[in-house]
């Protein structure tokens, strides 16, 4: 949990390339945020390792106060974040356990699979989630500082250990 807003998913994206630089295999998504208007800015997802890189926001005007995010175009990423983990990963990153996630949608299954198979698993929440975030864990999650040193410290020691992380 950064403090900034796309702070998190800026440092999420920072520790996937810095550890697939490393020869590791970073599987989930992370959120590059582009185009920003009018206080707006696109949801893009990165599909880890490679890609592809898909809009998760849609257009619904510019006075519209709803939810911008294209659950259908979740649902793939979701798809392509699970064939990825089939193929083996040294870590999960979620960019976000969000409202879909909290009401059992989204990127939920991917998690517990990897938490399942003992793979670590890195997910980037928010305060309105976070209660929702440690029922799905059952508490057993670890709060990190916004931090990549940091990240890279728990990632060390969660190869070693085994546990998952917000």
Known sequence: MAPGRGDTDLLLHQLSQALAARGLRC???VQINTACQQGFCDMDVKVLPDGPV??????????????????SVLEAAVG????????AAD????NK????????RGF???????????????VGVNRLNLAAFDAFTGGS??????????????FEQALKEGQSAA
């Open 27 to 29: 599987c989930g998504a």
């Open 54 to 71: 898909l809009r998760i926001s849609q257009s619904l005007g510019r006075n519209s106060k709803g939810c911008r995010l294209d659950p």
């Open 80 to 87: 392509l974040a699970q064939a990825e983990l089939a193929k």
């Open 91 to 94: 870590l999960l990153i979620i």
């Open 97 to 104: 356990f969000g409202k879909h996630e909290a009401d059992g």
């Open 108 to 122: 939920r299954n991917v998690i517990a699979e990897a938490i399942g198979r003992d793979i670590p698993v890195l």
């Open 141 to 154: 999650s670890v709060l990190i500082a916004p931090d990549l040193a940091k990240l890279e410290d728990w």
